[in-house]
Nanobody
Framework: VQLQASGGGLVQAGESLRLSCAASGRILSSYVMGWFRQAPGKEREFVAAAPWAGGYTDYADSVSGRFTISKDNAKNTFYLQMNSLKSEDTAVYYC??????????????????WGQGTLVTVSS
């Protein structure tokens, strides 16, 4: 599976942005989709995750209530809707797929496939 992330850009604080992650190849219902981000000088951190089969979502405390993870089965694409953006949300955002859903969704090591990253810059 190959992932292509897109949708990043420069926005003002308080505005919204939607990131997309298009997948080529078959995504099994057992997979978990995830979003991570990495700010300059910091480690990559968990943002959001959900099983491809649906039914549950998990968010980092810092984005809960502002970000929403979703998917479009027909397009083999998943999304990260980001609302009420803050300057501290500035980072390169990565999409990822975890083929072993029993692993810890918040750990980067649980994910087998990664997109190339898309830069989100929020100016205050």
């Amino acid at each position: 599976v190959q992932l292509q992330a897109s949708g990043g850009g420069l926005v003002q604080a308080g505005e919204s942005l939607r990131l997309s992650c298009a997948a080529s190849g078959r995504i099994l219902s057992s997979y978990v989709m995830g979003w991570f981000r990495q700010a300059p000088g910091k480690e990559r951190e968990f943002v959001a995750a959900a099983p491809w089969a649906g039914g549950y979502t998990d968010y980092a405390d810092s984005v809960s209530g502002r970000f929403t993870i979703s998917k479009d089965n027909a397009k083999n694409t998943f999304y990260l809707q980001m609302n009420s953006l803050k300057s501290e949300d500035t980072a390169v955002y990565y999409c990822a797929l975890n083929s072993y859903s029993d692993s810890d969704w918040a750990h980067t090591t649980s994910y087998d496939y990664w997109g190339q990253g898309t830069l989100v810059t929020v100016s205050s």
